[in-house]
C-alpha cells in the first residue's frame, strides 16, 4: 500500500489525477444532487450509471478525437445492451444467454488494445447496473431513456471541461513523458554502479523501458495532434510544449539506444573514479528532469537546475589521464568506449538544458527548426478504429483475445449458476436474498481482474483482494469515528478521484479507494452499512476464486506468441539498419552531411521519415517483446520456454538497435560509404535474415586499423556478435 515519494510525484506530474478529477465531479455531481437533495434514488442511480459508464472511457490514452468516438459509441451500445438485458429479464430461461452472449461479444472488443477492452468493460458495466435495480415493464424503457440522459450528460460535460481545459491535457500529458524518462535515466546509472548485478539492473530497466515508451507515444498523440501555428491562441505555451516534446523525443533516442559495454567497463575500471562521474551524471540529469516535468505540469516556471558540467569535465580529464597513459593505442577499443559514452552523456546534457531552457521565464521562446517537419510527423501518431473486422479474424482458437473471451463468459455462466442455484436451494432465505442483491459486484469484479495473459489475471486478482479487505477494514475505521454526512460525502469524493487516479499505474491501492467510496456511497441508501461491508468482502473473496479458476481454462500462456514477437522484433531490427543505410547514402550521395544536412532538409526527403517510423517501430516492438517474456517469468515453471535463450536474445537484440542508432552521425560525417564498410553491414543484415542454413555468410575482409575506422571497430564488433548471437538463437528456437 506504500506509495514513494517519485510515486507520487509521478501522479502529481501525469494526466491521471486531472482525469480521475474531472470523472470524480462529472459522476457524483447528479447523485449529490438527484439523490441527496431530491431523493430521487431510482432517477438518480439510472442517470448516475449511464454517466459512470462514459466516465471510464475518459482515460488518458489516445488522440482525443478517437477517446470521443469511444465514448459515443459506448453511449449507444452500453444504454442498447441494458435496454435488451432489461427486456428479457422477466424470462429466465433467455437472460442467461443474453448476459453471457454480451459477456463474449464485449469481452472480444480486447482484440483493440488496452482501450478496446475498456470500451467494452464500460458497456458491460452499464448492462450489469441495471440488473442491480428491480424494474419491470414499461419502467425498463423509462430507466432507458434517464440511463441515456445520463450518459449524454456526461458526455457533454467531458467534451465541455476537455474543451476549456485542452492546453492543460496536453501539458500533463507531456510532463509524465518527461517524468517517465528521468525515471528511465536513474534506472539507467545504476549499470555504473560495480556493486549492482548487471541481470537485475537490466530486468529493473525493462518496465521504466515500457512505462517510458508508453508515455511518449500518449505525447505523440496529443502534441502532435495540436502543432503551433501562428492563429491559435496561447502560442507561446504551444511552442514551449512543442520544443520540449522535440527534445525528449530525441533524449529517448540518446538513452534507449545507448547500449555501452558495461562488463568490460566494469572490468577495466572497476575501482576507478570514471564510472562514478557517469553515474552521478544520469542521476543529476534524472533529477533535473523529474523537477521540470513537475513545473511543466503545474505551468511554472523552472529558474533552477542542475549543472552536470562538473561531471563531464571530470570524465574528460580521465579519459584525458588514459590517452596520455597510452591507452589510446594499447586498448583502441576501450578507448572508443569511453568517448562514445562521454558523447552520449554531453548529448543528453544539453537535450536536458534545452528543456529547462524552455520553461524559464525569461527565455526567448522560438519554435525549433524541426517545426518544419510537422506535417510528416502526423505519421508518429497512433491510428485507431473500431471495426467488425479484426473480431471476426480471431474467432478462433489460436487467438489469445478469443479464449480469454472464452474464460471471461465461462466465469459469468458460473456466477450465475452459483447465485440462481443459492436462492433455488434457499427459497424465502431473508439473509441469502441480502447477500444475493449485490451479487453483480462478483461479476463486476471478475471483469476488472481477468486479463487475456495468465500472469497478469492472477497479479490484478491478488492484488484486488488485497486493495478490497484493506478497504472494507478502512471504511470501518472510519465509521467507528464519524457518521458526519458532509464528511462522508467529501471523504467519497476523494475516495472517487483517488481510486480513479491510481487504478491504472498502482492498481492495488486504486481498488482500495473504490473500495471506500463504493461504501461510503451504499451508506447513505442502506440502512445497515455493516452488512454490506461484509458483503463486500465476501463477494470480492468468491470473484477472486472463480476469476483464479477459470484462468486455467482455454489457458493462453505467453510461450504461445513469445516466438511471433521475438521474430517480429528481429524484423523490426533489419528494417532499422536498412532505412538508416538507405538514409545515409542517399544523403552522402547527394552531398550532405552532419555539417550541412540540417532539419529543414530532412523534411524533403521521404527515407528519413522512413527511418523515424522504423526507429518507433523497433522500440514498440521491442518493448512488446520484452514485456511478454517478463509476463512469461511470472508464469507456472512448466510453460516456460527457452527462457536462457529468450534472455540472450533481448539483450543482443538492445545491442543491436542501440548501436544502429549511433551510426547515424558517424556515418555522416564520412565522404562516402567505404566497399569494406559497406560489406560488413551487409554482412549483418544476412546475420539477421531469417533462414534455415546453419553455415554463416561469409565473412568481410578486416576493416582496417585507420583514423577514418576507428570510430566504426567497437560499434561494427558488438553488432557482429550481436547479429551472431541472434542468429544462433533464432536457429536453436526454430524462428
Not at 71 to 82: K, W
Not at 198 to 211: A, E
Not at 421 to 429: A, C, F, K, P, S
Request: include cysteine.
Amino acid at each position: 500500500m506504500y506509495i514513494s515519494t517519485g510515486k507520487f510525484n509521478r501522479l502529481i506530474a501525469g494526466p491521471h489525477l486531472f482525469f480521475a478529477l474531472r470523472q470524480g465531479i462529472g459522476v457524483l455531481l447528479p447523485i449529490i444532487l438527484l439523490i441527496g437533495f431530491f431523493d430521487l434514488y431510482h432517477f438518480g442511480f439510472a442517470f448516475s450509471a449511464g454517466a459512470l459508464a462514459i466516465a471510464l472511457i475518459d482515460q488518458p490514452g489516445g488522440t482525443k478525437r478517437f477517446r470521443i468516438k469511444e465514448m459515443l459509441f459506448v453511449l449507444i451500445a452500453g444504454n442498447l445492451a441494458a435496454l435488451i438485458t432489461g427486456l428479457a429479464r422477466p424470462y429466465p430461461s433467455i437472460i442467461w444467454l443474453i448476459i453471457s452472449l454480451q459477456v463474449f461479444g464485449f469481452s472480444m472488443f480486447s482484440v483493440f488494445g488496452k482501450r478496446g477492452g475498456l470500451v467494452g468493460f464500460a458497456c458491460l458495466m452499464m448492462m450489469l447496473l441495471s440488473l442491480s435495480i428491480n424494474i419491470q415493464g414499461t419502467d425498463i424503457f423509462h430507466y432507458a431513456l434517464i440511463s441515456l440522459a445520463g450518459s449524454t450528460y456526461y458526455f457533454l460535460f467531458s467534451l465541455s471541461i476537455s474543451y476549456i481545459f485542452r492546453l492543460h491535457e496536453e501539458r500533463l500529458t507531456l510532463a509524465s513523458a518527461v517524468y517517465a524518462t528521468g525515471d528511465y535515466m536513474r534506472a539507467r546509472a545504476a549499470f555504473y554502479d560495480v556493486d549492482n548485478d548487471l541481470d537485475g539492473c537490466f530486468r529493473q530497466l525493462l518496465p521504466h523501458m515500457i512505462t517510458m515508451t508508453d508515455a511518449h507515444q500518449a505525447a505523440r498523440d496529443n502534441v502532435l495532434r495540436n502543432l503551433p501555428e501562428d492563429h491559435k491562441n496561447h502560442q507561446r505555451q504551444r511552442i514551449i510544449l512543442w520544443n520540449v516534446f522535440i527534445e525528449i523525443i530525441a533524449l529517448l533516442d540518446t538513452m534507449v539506444a545507448t547500449q555501452t559495454d558495461y562488463e568490460v567497463l566494469r572490468q577495466r575500471f572497476k575501482n576507478d573514479d570514471i564510472m562514478l562521474f557517469m553515474r552521478d551524471t544520469l542521476i543529476k540529469l534524472s533529477r533535473t528532469l523529474q523537477r521540470n516535468a513537475l513545473k511543466l505540469a503545474h505551468n511554472s516556471t523552472a529558474p533552477y537546475r542542475n549543472s552536470v558540467k562538473a561531471e563531464l569535465r571530470a570524465i574528460e580529464y580521465e579519459i584525458e589521464q588514459y590517452k596520455a597513459a597510452g591507452m589510446a593505442k594499447a586498448e583502441p577499443e576501450v578507448y572508443a568506449l569511453l568517448i562514445q559514452v562521454l558523447r552520449r552523456l554531453r548529448n543528453a546534457s544539453r537535450y536536458v538544458d534545452i528543456i529547462c531552457d524552455n520553461l524559464r521565464d525569461d527565455a526567448n521562446i522560438q519554435a525549433l527548426d524541426n517545426m518544419r517537419r510537422d506535417k510528416s510527423l502526423l505519421q508518429f501518431r497512433t491510428h485507431q478504429s473500431l471495426r467488425l473486422q479484426p473480431i471476426l479474424d480471431n474467432l478462433h482458437f489460436g487467438s489469445a483475445i478469443f479464449r480469454y473471451a472464452l474464460r471471461v463468459t465461462l466465469a459469468i455462466v458460473i456466477v450465475q449458476l452459483f447465485t440462481n442455484g443459492i436462492v433455488l436451494i434457499y427459497e424465502h432465505n431473508e439473509l441469502i436474498d441480502k447477500l444475493i442483491e449485490h451479487s453483480h459486484w462478483i461479476t463486476i469484479t471478475i471483469l476488472l481482474t481477468m486479463r487475456p495473459g495468465f500472469a497478469l489475471t492472477r497479479q490484478r486478482t491478488m492484488m484486488r483482494l488485497q486493495g478490497t479487505v484493506i478497504g472494507c477494514l478502512l471504511t470501518l475505521l472510519l465509521f467507528s469515528i464519524t457518521t458526519n454526512p458532509i464528511i462522508l460525502t467529501i471523504s467519497m469524493l476523494c475516495c472517487m478521484i483517488l481510486g480513479q487516479a491510481l487504478i491504472v499505474n498502482f492498481f492495488r491501492s486504486g481498488s482500495m479507494f473504490i473500495t471506500m467510496y463504493v461504501l461510503i456511497g451504499f451508506y447513505f441508501i442502506s440502512p445497515n452499512i455493516f452488512t454490506i461491508i461484509g458483503e463486500r468482502a465476501a463477494d470480492t473473496v468468491i470473484a477472486s476464486i472463480i476469476a483464479f479458476a477459470c484462468s486455467f481454462a482455454f489457458p493462453w500462456w505467453e510461450e504461445n506468441q513469445i516466438k511471433r514477437l521475438a521474430n517480429k522484433t528481429i524484423n523490426a531490427s533489419l528494417t532499422y539498419l536498412e532505412k538508416e543505410l538507405l538514409f545515409v547514402d542517399s544523403a552522402l550521395t547527394s552531398g550532405f552531411n552532419r555539417h550541412n544536412y540540417s532539419a529543414e532538409t530532412f523534411a524533403s526527403n521521404p527515407l528519413y521519415i522512413d527511418l523515424q517510423l522504423a526507429r518507433r517501430n523497433i522500440h514498440n516492438a521491442y518493448a512488446e517483446f520484452a514485456e511478454s517474456y517478463a509476463r512469461m517469468l511470472s508464469e507456472p515453471k512448466s510453460h516456460h520456454f527457452n527462457i536462457s535463450h529468450l534472455n540472450r536474445l533481448i539483450m543482443s537484440l538492445n545491442t543491436m538497435t542501440s548501436q544502429i542508432n549511433s551510426l547515424g552521425p558517424l556515418l555522416l560525417s564520412l565522404d562516402k560509404l567505404s566497399p569494406t564498410l559497406k560489406d560488413h553491414f551487409v554482412y549483418i543484415e544476412q546475420l539477421l535474415k531469417q533462414t534455415k542454413q546453419q553455415d554463416d555468410p561469409p565473412t568481410p575482409i578486416h576493416l582496417e586499423d585507420t583514423p577514418e575506422n576507428l570510430p566504426f571497430m567497437l560499434p561494427l564488433k558488438q553488432m557482429q556478435n550481436a547479429a551472431h548471437t541472434i542468429r544462433n538463437v533464432r536457429l536453436e528456437l526454430g524462428l
